[in-house]
């Protein structure tokens, strides 16, 4: 019966000294706020749709005008991360309903931009690190994986600079959106196999 005690108050503790850590880092960085920083930071955390979005669309464009099927594939591929991502995302919000920074610390953390359902996890930071590993794994090139990684890491630091989501909401929406890119590169490899072997026994 101590021993449980014990485990609990330890447990207790550490999660208080957790929050609180979350909450300093958090406030460290938004209170490092410029207006010129705000203005970088809140064209990085736009560029998520457009990207996201932009991304798969073009690349089954040019699939589709100079009829390569591999483009085409790729295309898929990056477009079903990014969906996965989002209803994951969308799901765990819905389930955790961890309220906004700035609604939990109105005198201690500043809003600078859009903040709209829960916190937990960030769904800009999902969807960009579900469209970096994605593009990465299709297209595994230095000059391909290093900025779409800096970009994905920005955007997951202006969701702290811009007040609108916790260190733990970024950290976690991170590792959600890379998970859900490898599980589906995976997946449509596995796809891809079972195809080939088919043609293969066709012949």
């Given at each position: 019966?101590?021993?449980?005690?014990?485990l609990?108050?330890?447990?207790?503790?550490?999660?208080?000294?957790a929050?609180?850590?979350?909450?300093?880092?958090?406030?460290?960085?938004?209170?490092?706020?410029t207006?010129?920083?705000?203005?970088v930071f809140?064209?990085?955390t736009?560029?998520?749709n457009?990207?996201?979005?932009g991304?798969?669309?073009?690349l089954?464009?040019?699939?589709v005008?100079?009829?390569?099927?591999?483009i085409?594939?790729n295309?898929?591929?990056?477009?079903?991360?990014?969906?996965l991502?989002?209803?994951?995302?969308t799901?765990?919000?819905?389930?955790?309903h961890?309220?906004r920074p700035f609604?939990?610390y109105?005198?201690d953390i500043i809003?600078y931009?859009k903040?709209?359902?829960y916190?937990?996890p960030s769904?800009?930071?999902?969807?960009?690190?579900?469209t970096?590993?994605?593009?990465s794994?299709?297209?595994?090139k230095w000059?391909?994986?290093?900025p779409?990684?800096?970009?994905a890491?920005?955007?997951g630091?202006?969701?702290?600079?811009?007040?609108?989501?916790?260190?733990?909401d970024?950290?976690?929406?991170?590792l959600?959106g890379?998970?859900t890119s490898i599980?589906?590169?995976?997946?449509?490899?596995?796809?891809k196999?079972?195809q080939?072997a088919?043609?293969?026994?066709m012949?």
């Amino acid at each position: 019966m101590r021993l449980s005690w014990i485990l609990l108050t330890v447990c207790f503790q550490s999660s208080i000294f957790a929050q609180n850590l979350d909450f300093r880092i958090l406030k460290s960085v938004n209170h490092s706020y410029t207006p010129t920083g705000g203005k970088v930071f809140k064209t990085i955390t736009n560029s998520v749709n457009p990207i996201s979005i932009g991304a798969p669309v073009g690349l089954c464009l040019g699939g589709v005008l100079t009829k390569n099927s591999e483009i085409r594939w790729n295309s898929y591929e990056l477009g079903s991360a990014s969906i996965l991502t989002s209803l994951l995302t969308t799901g765990l919000k819905l389930s955790i309903h961890r309220e906004r920074p700035f609604n939990q610390y109105p005198n201690d953390i500043i809003k600078y931009t859009k903040g709209g359902s829960y916190s937990f996890p960030s769904g800009h930071t999902s969807a960009a690190f579900a469209t970096a590993t994605s593009i990465s794994l299709i297209y595994p090139k230095w000059y391909i994986i290093v900025p779409a990684y800096l970009w994905a890491g920005s955007v997951g630091y202006s969701r702290m600079y811009l007040g609108v989501h916790y260190p733990t909401d970024v950290l976690a929406g991170a590792l959600l959106g890379t998970g859900t890119s490898i599980g589906t590169h995976y997946l449509f490899k596995y796809i891809k196999q079972k195809q080939v072997a088919k043609q293969q026994v066709m012949l």
